[in-house]
């Protein structure tokens, strides 16, 4: 045994704490194997414990032959250590998630010659050229260009990771920013404690040494930095293609990270750069919202409060971000759309109204006939002469098919399902001849069209006709006109009748479903009339016509060019 110099106890008990803290990252890793960039740590922190396992066990049988076998051992945790470090890089940051076997093959190749090389002949890499008391082997050696290649790979991988991260930690939010920067110093320590002793600074490699920080800064990682848990690749994957916007700003009310979505839901460029900007800078032009934010900072954690831009509706939750020691560091706002929701809600509920109105009308206004044709096929029982009775059951059944054609035409909707350039003539008179119009005449004086449902304008006349008939006393004369507005670049319709017209206080209230002042009547027609009408798009006004009768005014429809 040679002489030992003064820093030999120091670096052995640096190194076996080294080793102590890759045993412990060994344990950690290879738990969490399963998640994204696990299995690289895990080889990562192999290769370090071969690599200073290897330096310790030198500095144990330094200057003896056996040191000549040792030596062997180091290129292997080198490269092991270095490959993996190279791999998790790769898979954390997502360039390659997994990792494929070819990239790990082509990654380990030149590894795997050079140390087949050292198990043939040490001297493929160095050449012992004498005792030397105050290295860490005993020897001196000489590089041959096989371990200059390999230093210059390694060193390669290294920092070609390095500049993967340092790329993605510019890119990313607060979190992943501090988990690569560890990353690039856990890789960047021990780099510079070797060239610092192949640049003859040292008389000893520090890079053993200098795994010290390394190790340390990959334990923070695993322990508190829930490195395995928030890897980015994984994140993103997820996160940039959710139909889920997220904004996330610190306490400082600057934004830490914001996806996708959320850059869509507030009108911002992809490339906007967002990031460390506050909240009042990058919504100047927002009141309303930096508004609805203020407010919600007072708002407790998993609160939901509404939303509305440009006519859409957004569920918004905060959830406050917290480090793992419980304190908060910042707050994020779960942005879900809820439109379609709440339009099919609404609709929902819009049927649900239709329903109990239809359910009120069939009630009430068929439970009258039905009564009168009991009590009169009760009273035709009784006598010999049935005829009168008869009459009465017929008009009472036949109210009762008028109210369930009514009935159906609600329940089937009134809004236009195939519109397309409509002869209002026309259509008026076909409509004309589906009604018992008695000796009332129809005058159309309307060369118009309009883009319609044909049905369901069919529809609107022959209510509207009925309408004149059965409520307009002694109308002799229904008019069908049209109305022109030159200034707005619209027109529209009139029907008008020559009977006794619609009192003005009455005029809202005839819209309403069940008014009628006819004993046939529905109460539905004029309901039917509205629905079509709102249904296009149109505005109907009740007024009076020239003679005192009913006149139905329909404008909104838009002059093609």
Known sequence: ?????????????????????????????????????????TVLFVGAVIYVGTKLAVSVVRGTPPVLIVTRVNPLGAGVATVGFFLMVLEYTGVEQPISRRTVALLLFFPAVVNSLVWLDLEYLWIPIGRDTDTLSGYTWELTSIAIANQLYMNLLLLVGFAVLIRFALRSSTPFRLQAGTLVLAG???????????????????????????????????????????????????????????????????????NSFARQVFGFDADAELIGRHVNEIFA????????????TDTASGEVFELNIDGRHYDVETTDVHRTDTSVIGRSFIFRETTEQRK?????????????????????????????????????????????????IESSADRIEAIMNDTLTITRGATPTNTVQTDIATVAERAWTHVDTEKATLETACSVSVDADPERLEQLFENLFRNAIDHGTSVTTVRVGEIADSEKNTSGLFVEDDGVGIPEDDREAVLEDGYTTSES???????IISEIIDGHGWQLRITDSETGGA?????????SD
Do not use: C
């Open 1 to 41: 045994m040679i002489g030992e110099p003064s820093w030999l106890t120091v670096y052995r008990a640096v190194l076996t704490i080294v080793v102590f803290l890759g045993l412990a990252g060994i344990y950690l890793a290879f738990d969490q194997r399963n998640k994204p960039g696990g299995t690289p740590l």
């Open 188 to 258: 960047v320590a021990p780099l510079i404690g070797n060239l610092l002793f192949y640049l003859g600074y040292v008389p000893f490699n520090l890079a053993p040494i200098m795994f010290v920080i390394s190790g340390g800064g990959l334990m923070w990682l695993l322990v508190r930095g829930r490195f395995l848990d928030l890897v980015p690749v994984s994140r993103d994957a997820v996160y940039k293609s959710l139909e889920t916007g997220v904004l996330t700003v610190d306490t400082d009310h600057r934004v830490i990270d914001i």
């Open 285 to 296: 032009d927002q009141q309303a919202i930096r508004d609805i934010y203020w407010s919600s």
């Open 344 to 392: 099919r809600k609404q609709e929902l509920e819009r049927k649900n109204d239709e329903l109990e109105r239809l359910v009120s009308v069939m009630s009430h206004d068929i439970g009258n006939p039905l009564h009168v044709i009991q009590g009169h096929v009760q009273l035709a029982r009784n006598n010999e002469d049935v005829e009168p009775y008869l009459d009465r």
């Open 521 to 527: 009547g529905t109460g539905l027609g004029l309901t």
């Open 551 to 559: 006149r139905f005014e329909i404008t909104g429809f838009e002059n």
